[in-house]
Every structure is written in C-alpha cells, then in structure tokens.
C-alpha cells in the first residue's frame, strides 16, 4: 500500500499562472481533505469529500477549486495563483462509515508551493 | 476565528523529562480529539486520539488527558526521548464533518 501520495513535491509558479496538485490513495477511503499548513501555523482545511461526486468548502476555499470523479483522486486546482497561496499542501483521506478508525486521516507527504 | 488553541508554542526538554502541551477547544460540538506528530519535511502522523467520554488515554509513554468541563485536554510525553523532537498538533473534529481543526502547533526539542 502507498497511502496517500501527492504530485509534485515542489513547484514554484509566477502571480497569475494555474496549476493542479494531485492527490492519490489506495486505502479505498470515502473522505478526502485538502489542508495548508503557513510556516509557524496549523494546518488549515482548504475542501474535503465525503464521496466521489460529493465536495464541500473548508475554511479556506478561496482561490481554489477541486473535484472528485473517482474514490482514489482528488485534485486540487488553483487559478490564479497569488503569493498569498505560497504554502505547504497536504492531501489526507480517513475511511469507514463509524467508529474511532473512520475518523483517522492518514496525510500525503505534501506539496511545498511557492508564487512568486 | 482560532476554535483551538494550543500552548506552548516550542518547549524544551531533557531527555528523560516529561512533556506537556496544553489545548483548549471553544466548541463543544467536537467528539473526537487527536494529536498529530509531524517531522520536518513529512506530513503529520496520528499519535494518539480520545473521544469525550473518557477523560484519560494511554498508550506506552503517550497519554492524553481530557477535561470535558474545562473544555480543554493536553499531551503528555513520559520519558523524552531525542526522537521525540519533532512538532506536535492538537486537532479536534466534528462527527458530521470528519475534518480537522487543528491547534497551531508546539516545537518540541528534547535535548539529549
């Protein structure tokens, strides 16, 4: 099993340019989160999804967008890029319906970003 | 609007020291209180978690302590290790949504 895994590790984009970051798991898990951590800070939810076809904003969804076409992928698009969206990016999923375990996340190694 | 506040911000400690970090949650809606462990470079790992209706949970030399009335629960680390340098998140999370709302973190250094 590889988990959760994120593409690209590291990107630098200009003010203005557009980008996806991928995310993948092969736990066969229903939820799926978008984060952003800023340096010194907590990890903040950017979308999450209960389901393929099903997605919801977190705290932070301005400036990005995602989808969820299948149970395992979960992209997250940026339009627009400003350096306000300079961050570390991870992707976690969590799995079953009830019970403690469902509410685990397991966390993708993350995708640092920097818009210059 | 921060619904979990988490100190201290770094702390250091002597290896064989104990090491406590404090929360404090504002919503008494959240059922399910994990701590996450991250290491630099990598994404956060859970370390530990408690539902409400406990007020303490261990496991090996990590135990949480939870304090419903207060509304705030801590970490603490037995027996530091160097190893255990790494940062630490409280986090707390609603039954209806399953997403985290994490605490801002707290620098842990054990020196050895």
């Known amino acids: 099993n590889a988990g959760v895994t994120q593409t690209p590790k590291f990107r630098i984009l200009k003010i203005g340019q557009s980008m996806t970051l991928q995310c993948t798991q092969d736990?066969?898990?229903?939820?799926m989160y978008w984060y952003r951590q800023d340096p010194g800070m907590g990890l903040k939810l950017i979308y999450y999804?209960?389901?393929?076809?099903?997605?919801d904003k977190g705290e932070v969804p301005n400036g990005y967008n995602v989808s969820r076409s299948t149970t395992e992928d979960f992209p997250l698009r940026l339009e627009l890029a400003a350096p306000s969206q300079t961050s570390v990016y991870f992707c976690?999923?969590?799995?079953?319906?009830?019970?403690?375990?469902?509410?685990?996340?397991?966390f993708g190694p993350g995708t640092r970003l920097t818009v210059t | 609007q921060q619904q979990v506040k988490q100190s201290p911000q770094s702390l250091i400690v002597q290896k064989g020291g104990i090491s406590i970090i404090n929360c404090a949650y504002e919503?008494?809606?959240?059922?399910?209180f994990p701590w996450y462990q991250q290491f630099p470079g990598k994404g956060p790992a859970l370390l530990i978690a408690i539902r409400p209706d406990v007020s303490e949970k261990k496991e090996g030399r990590f135990t949480i302590s939870f304090n419903k009335s207060a509304k705030q629960f801590s970490l603490h680390i037995m027996d530091s290790q160097p190893g255990d340098s790494a940062t630490y998140f409280c986090?707390?999370?609603?039954?209806?949504?399953?997403?985290?709302?994490f605490g801002s973190g707290t620098r842990l250094q054990v020196q050895p």
């Open positions: 736990m066969n898990h229903n939820y």
């Open positions: 976690a999923s969590s799995g079953g319906t009830s019970g403690p375990l469902s509410y685990e996340q397991y």
């Open positions: 986090a707390a999370t609603l039954v209806s949504r399953r997403a985290l709302t």
């Open positions: 919503n008494t809606a959240f059922d399910y």
């Open positions: 999804s209960v389901g393929a076809g099903i997605t």
